[in-house]
């Protein structure tokens, strides 16, 4: 069969909505230009959130940086005594809280390191701070490489952890700590921390408690375009069987002041590349996200044709690209994620971590009421 004859099959199941097999993946990744693949993942973007993009106002609470483990494409962790060690008290905590809520925000996003001096009674403290200083922002906090750790330390099963969170404040998990699931990229990343076996426990374990989460894929380092069609397929099986996967997250390697800083930092076209083929491969996924701190804005409001639909928050105080060399700015105001929306040719929706549309107060933007959950245009 020919390449032309092979994309034609390929376009037709994704009009007639058939899913894509593993071979469709690898066909899409390595014989396919970028615009076609935008096209048809622009199809598939537009049948399930029509015109909409949407936006959140968050901020980032990463409570310490101290870490064991010592994953190579990380720049953020540090050791103990390392000058640039820090661990936030509960003060602090308050403080990025009380923060929050001046802007306005409706979520905060808490990852960090694993701290060996930390007991899981510390991880639940900085919970139960947020939660106790103001209950009515959105925890979405602990990646599975966090849970998975909890459980070693308490001995506890997944589900006793996810409970004790969820009893503190805990209200949705975010997408970290995926990185490549295939052994033989994994193993060189980052061997010691939770395994694909491990990381998917958590999500499945997550959502039968009815906690939703993200999944994300870190790309363009070590692995191939095999390592990725298999993550994506192994993330589509789980959506199946669990269906708590809210969005999806493609995040480009940042080489600086990591183990891997001779590796080039990926093209904007191989940026773009792998929205196209995370929308078209993650047909039960709703959202794909174009996280334009990593991205950069430009890269982001393109992607918006491309096959994403969303493009994370305002983002204030993230550590965790910019240490490892992201030039973008600290943080974006609700008027410039509109404007990078609508010039993309798209309708700005303030959207909470779980989909449901916010309604802004007029005379206080502070303040904000949530609507009905903005479903998918159709089923995929
Ligand atoms: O798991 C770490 C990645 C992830 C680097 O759920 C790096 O809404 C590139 O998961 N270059 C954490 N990537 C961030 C994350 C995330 C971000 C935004 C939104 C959501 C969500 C989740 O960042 C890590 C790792 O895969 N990462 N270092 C680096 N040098």
Request: net charge negative.
């Amino acid at each position: 069969m020919t390449d032309g004859s092979r994309l034609h099959e390929i376009e037709a199941k994704v009009h007639a909505r058939e899913r894509l097999t593993f071979d469709d993946g690898l066909f899409l990744e390595e014989h396919v230009d970028v615009l076609t693949l935008g096209r048809l993942a622009n199809r598939v973007r537009e049948r399930k959130n029509g015109n909409f993009a949407f936006y959140n106002t968050n901020v980032h609470l990463n409570p310490t940086n101290v870490c064991l483990y010592r994953c190579r494409f990380c720049a953020f962790r540090a050791d103990l005594r390392a000058e640039k060690a820090y661990t936030f008290d509960d003060a602090m905590i308050r403080e990025r809280v009380l923060e929050a809520q001046s802007r306005g925000a409706t979520e905060i996003h808490v990852v960090g390191g694993l701290h060996h001096q930390k007991k899981f009674d510390w991880y639940l403290n900085v919970i139960r701070v947020i939660h106790e200083t103001w209950s009515d922002l959105h925890i979405k906090a602990w990646t599975p490489v966090e849970i998975h750790w909890f459980s070693h330390m308490t001995k506890r099963p997944y589900e006793w952890v996810l409970q004790e969170l969820k009893d503190a404040g805990l209200g949705s998990l975010p997408g970290g700590g995926a990185e490549i699931f295939h052994p033989e990229v994994r193993d060189i990343l980052c061997e010691h921390k939770a395994d694909a076996g491990n990381w998917f426990k958590v999500h499945a374990a997550a959502h039968r408690m009815g906690l939703r989460s993200n999944a994300t894929m870190l790309y363009g380092h070590i692995e191939q375009a095999r390592h990725r069609i298999d993550h994506l397929i192994r993330l589509r099986e789980q959506q199946d069987e669990t269906g708590g996967f809210q969005t999806f997250i493609p995040l480009a390697f940042h080489p600086d002041n990591t183990n891997m800083s001779d590796i080039k930092k990926p093209s904007g076209v191989m940026d773009l590349k792998m929205v196209a083929i995370a929308r078209l491969m993650l047909d039960n996924f709703d959202h794909v996200k174009a996280y334009w701190i990593m991205l950069g804005e430009k890269i982001a409001q393109t992607a918006l044709s491309f096959g994403a639909d969303d493009i994370d928050g305002t983002v204030v105080h993230e550590l965790i690209y910019h240490d490892a060399g992201a030039k973008t700015p600290e943080g974006l105001t609700v008027a410039q994620l509109h404007r990078l929306i609508r010039e993309a040719g798209r309708e700005p929706v303030e959207r909470d971590t779980l989909y449901r549309q916010v309604i802004r107060d007029d005379a206080d933007p502070t303040k904000w009421n949530i609507g009905e959950p903005l479903l998918p245009v159709t089923a995929a």
